[in-house]
């Protein structure tokens, strides 16, 4: 049985709560113990915001044993696995001291604030020989796993253009933080950015015009094209300015020479050119779900996690750092 110990009980340690409950009610080999935040006392009443619904407001914490100091918690217990959901600058020592201590570690996206610290921590998975798994949740959404079996397979010919999108009201709290969060570039837009990389290799260049809205919170509103070798056109766009009764989105489409797939409202929509379209049946469990039920079989079974390596997910956050460049120069294309 894995015991893990759940650090950050934010919005999204709390639907990485929900996900271990319910590994474990499906008998996968798994045992959440242990959950650690500096705020936990006053988390364990109250509720946490984000673009999704957890599967609870208020918790009920009392068969876990709480703590407010992680060296308390990694003192007192027994843990085979760290699940970390800590802000983005917080990833990259603690990662690393865990690994060090010879835990396993799924860690949330970003991976860290800056690629030199992501490759530490991919380096220090690599020469413990444990586990690190970073959270790029879309890799195992069942619209982006659709998606990626297209492109992979050829059964609509090759790509060529694509178009991604997500968008929502501002966060709270630290993400307003630029100098913590990296903004929406670094938060949101990295799942689309990861999207790219993951299903076409990273592109030769980019070029991005991106806006400040919120003083502090570094760029909010966010547009990429990634030039290929191949002339495909591709681009996407993140918005966290979006306020009122917007609610959150995300979208795709992405046009192949024999057809195209649009992935809105939840489903994924495909219209190849000689038939009619239809809508693919796909599993109703979200990325988050089949990330951790992931990462739990690799680490039960001794498995690579092939599908996101660490340095994959560093890879992306260079894409990132290319981008950033180059809207802070006004859209010039900047080279990989």
């Not at 894995?2 to 474990?24: Q, T």
């Not at 006053?42 to 946490?48: F, I, N, S, T, V």
């Not at 790219?196 to 290799?201: E, T």
């Not at 990132?320 to 120069?329: F, G, M, T, Y």
Request: net charge negative; proline share 4%.
């Amino acid at each position: 049985m894995l015991k893990v110990g759940l650090i950050g009980f934010g919005f999204m340690g709390r639907m990485h709560f929900d996900n271990y409950v319910r590994l474990a009610s499906e008998g996968a080999p798994v045992q959440l113990v242990a959950i650690c935040d500096l705020l936990i006392e006053e988390l364990k009443e109250g509720k946490a915001s984000g673009n999704m619904a957890t599967e609870q407001e208020v918790y009920d914490l009392s068969p876990y044993r709480l703590y407010d100091n992680i060296a308390a918690m990694l003192e007192n217990e027994e843990l085979d696995i760290v699940d970390i959901t800590l802000p983005t600058y917080l990833h990259a020592d603690l990662t690393v001291s865990l690994l060090e201590r010879g835990l396993h570690v799924l860690c949330e996206k970003p991976v860290a604030g800056t690629s030199e610290d992501g490759y530490r921590m991919a380096n220090a998975a690599e020469q413990t020989g444990n586990t690190l798994m970073i959270g790029q949740c879309l890799r195992f959404w069942p619209a982006y796993e659709y998606l990626k079996a297209a492109v992979a397979d050829g059964r609509y010919g090759k790509v060529t253009s694509g178009y991604f999108f997500r968008g929502s009201a501002a966060p709270k709290g630290w993400f307003l933080d630029g100098s913590k969060s990296g903004g929406c570039l670094l938060d949101m837009h990295i799942h689309d950015a990861d999207m790219v990389h993951w299903l076409f290799g990273k592109p030769e260049k980019v070029s991005t015009l991106a806006r400040n809205v919120i003083p502090g919170s570094g760029y909010d509103v966010v547009s990429t094209h990634y030039s290929y070798p191949d002339g495909k056109v591709l681009n996407a766009q993140a918005d966290w300015t979006l306020e009122g009764d917007y609610g959150f989105s995300m979208t795709y489409r992405v046009n192949f020479e024999g057809g195209n797939l649009v992935f809105e409202n939840g489903q994924v929509k495909v219209n190849p050119n000689d038939v009619p379209g239809f809508v693919a049946e796909l599993s109703e469990d979200m990325g988050y779900y089949r990330q951790i039920k992931y990462f739990i079989e690799s680490v039960n079974e001794g498995k690579a996690v092939s599908t996101c390596m660490p340095s994959s997910a560093v890879g992306t956050l260079e894409i990132i750092e290319a981008e950033l460049r180059s809207a802070d120069q006004g859209g010039t294309w900047v080279s990989l």
